[in-house]
């Protein structure tokens, strides 16, 4: 039997997948999707797109393609400290909310449209790196020119690298109806975590209530949850909570990974250690690893690519242990109540869009000081 051939196999059909899959398909690359869910698939994540986000969105759906991927927006953000309202502040442009189950299908389905391969349901990957294979778990062996790890902050490829997972953070959520919590900003709540925050985003039909904190063994973080919905006045009682994990600051070191080996999004540890947001980075490592399949030295090519986001990733780590410690925080807390405007430049010009790198926030503040 000819085995079959792949210029790319991906593992994992996220947005990271998806963001190199549809871009090789454009390439016209033969490209393989192999995910272990069937699709639609839950995804624990609160679903916030940022502008800079939305645009790489736009660019793999095509520019008219986007209408019904979101599920609400909102043009206000709110930062509480526990039950105390610090700021509210308008944004100026809208930031956007998408249901995971339905983006991350409406991007596989994008890609299927496009003629790719997805393999779905495949819960027992065997790969050769020697070989160059991946084989499935009816004992077919596909062979690869390439081979992208897209599969999330637990990805199968970490076991070879010994990664330790005590760097990653824990995510947990509810989804209340919205009749019972009428919210129409993104509001922030902090002072409940050592290491993180929670929040409360409107979804259409429901609300998301979540929280994310460095992963601490022991730590109850369904406990935490029930006690705000109750501080919140929602009923606990009968909520459904999921959790996952998701990279906080550490970047996994690809290089010892064969030359046409790369990791994506999640597994490759990209997202952001302040806010946690990683659909960004995701498709856009994604949209990278593709551009770079095509160089004479593809790995060295993605890393450079990367080179912003890694630093992103490092500085952020750095800046993450100061800002959430419990004096420090108080203190920024204290300093921004009612400073509706400069949360919303600060949001605007660092998480919405990267125009200031973590490093460069002096620069920041001396250039909202000017704008006033
Ligand atoms: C609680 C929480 C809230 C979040 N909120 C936000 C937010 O508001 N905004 C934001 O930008 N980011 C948010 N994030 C981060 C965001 O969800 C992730 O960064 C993003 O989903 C990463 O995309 P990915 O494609 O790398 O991985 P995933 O989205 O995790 O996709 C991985 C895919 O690989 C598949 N897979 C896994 N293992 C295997 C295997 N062994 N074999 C085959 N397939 C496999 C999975 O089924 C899945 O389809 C949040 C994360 C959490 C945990």
Redesign the pocket.
Known sequence: MTRRHFHTII???????MGAAISLLKDKAEVCV????VFP?D??????VTAK?YRLIRALFGDENTDGIFCCSANTIRLFDRSELLTESALRQPVRLVNRRHFDNALVEEYKRNGGTMLEG?KD?KIDYEKNTVTLSDGEALSYDYLLF????LS?AHKELRVDRRGLAF?I?AYIPARQLEVSSVDLYFGYLNSGYIWVFPHGETVCV?A?DQFRRGADYRKLLTGFLSELGVDPQGVRYVG?F?PYGELIPQNRLPENVML????GGF?DPIS?????M?MQSGIYAAQALGTPSPKKAYLDSMEFISRTVRDGKKVQKAFYSFPIQKTFLKKVRGKNRLVAYFFEEMVDEYHYEYRSVKQLLADYKKSK
């Open positions: 593992i994992g059909g996220g947005p990271a997948g192999i995910d272990k869910a698939r995804k624990t994540c609160a679903g916030l986000t495949e990957l897209a599969d999330g902050a199968m995510g959520e979540g994310a996952a998701l994506l999004g999640d597994a997202t946690g947001e990683g659909l960004y995701s």
